[in-house]
């Protein structure tokens, strides 16, 4: 179903009621203070932990694998912190859709953004490099109180009405663009909007390369470089997560040295670093819960299926 004509009618049957209630509920949870919606996203995230046998699996061996320096309780504590900030998100995800604008502007710093403004300058619109961390939506609304037009690219939902939910709700502060609608892209682009991409996601052997990150080698995609090259955009990173205290939100711009090199192999180097750099200011922030080396290089094994879930 084409998101600009589906409405929330075309999910009035009974296989929608349960995404319905779910919604709902977070409605009612986002109306929560502050306070109390972290708390109850860190509960969640425990329930979740819990019950999710086979995103805990994933997410240990990719504890294990990224953090081999932290003692086997530490590893496991960092697993048991990665839900409970997969909770949160959740809450803040609601959050982003409606809760006010105005009382997440006095919880956020803005850090580097003149780095932002330099590369508008040039007129070729900018590539804003993210990743998958805990407060993704969240983090677009709190970008949007920056006032610079943002696309941001993602991937269509396979469910219509979870499509229709968070395209929805991400108009509120974006202009979501299917991740394969070049054209519209390069249009933005050219309007000197900011194109927000997240190129941390394992998508398989086509169109990436085996690059290390956090020390293995993973399926990474040179998508990056070319978007670069259709407008010769320059590229900023963005990385955002929640204070230490809790208090509020850091939004923090800077360049990714070196980018664009000589190759594109280059560049998926220097961006797995610019990654994993901002992934070790907060590492419990980041979506670990993703089969981030689902693809193993040829002649070697999936790792999530050479261990066993604990």
């Not at 009382?103 to 508008?120: C, G, M, P, S, V």
Request: net charge positive; hydrophobic share 40%; aromatic share 12%.
């Amino acid at each position: 179903m084409d998101n600009k004509e589906a409405r929330w009618s075309d999910f009035l049957a009974p296989k929608y009621w349960l995404l319905w209630l779910s919604i709902g509920l977070l409605r009612g949870l986002s109306a929560l203070p502050f306070r109390w919606g972290l708390c109850i996203g860190r509960l969640l995230g425990r329930l979740l932990y819990r019950l999710m046998k086979t995103r805990r699996h994933v997410t240990t061996v990719n504890i294990r694998l990224c953090f081999p320096e932290l003692t086997a309780q530490e590893q496991t504590n960092r697993v048991i912190e990665v839900f409970e900030n997969n909770g949160i998100g959740l809450i803040e995800t609601g959050w982003s859709y409606w809760k006010s604008e105005a009382f997440f502007r006095a919880k956020t710093d803005f850090k580097n953004f003149e780095i932002l403004d330099q590369a508008l300058e040039q007129g070729n619109g900018v590539i804003l490099m993210g990743w998958h961390f805990s407060c993704l939506d969240l983090a677009g609304l709190l970008f949007s109180l920056h006032g610079q037009p943002c696309s941001t690219l993602y991937r269509e939902h396979n469910n219509p009405m979870l499509e229709w939910f968070f395209t929805r709700g991400r108009k509120r502060f974006s202009h979501p663009l299917e991740r394969k609608k070049t054209r519209q892209m390069l249009r933005n682009m050219r309007k000197n909007h900011c194109i927000w991409y997240a190129p941390d996601q394992d998508l398989g052997r086509k169109g990436t390369l085996f690059i290390p990150f956090f020390g293995h080698p993973a399926a990474t995609t040179v998508a990056t470089t070319k978007m670069h090259r259709l407008n010769n955009s320059p590229l900023v990173k963005l990385d955002c997560w929640r204070k230490p205290d809790n208090s509020g939100y850091i939004l923090e711009c800077s360049n990714v040295d070196g980018f664009p090199s000589d190759t594109e192999e280059n560049d998926a180097i220097l961006i797995n670093q610019a990654i994993e750099a901002g992934i070790r200011k907060a590492p419990s922030q980041y979506m670990w819960v993703h089969k981030r080396f689902k693809t193993a290089p040829l002649g070697e094994k999936n790792i999530y299926k050479a261990t066993q879930p604990d």
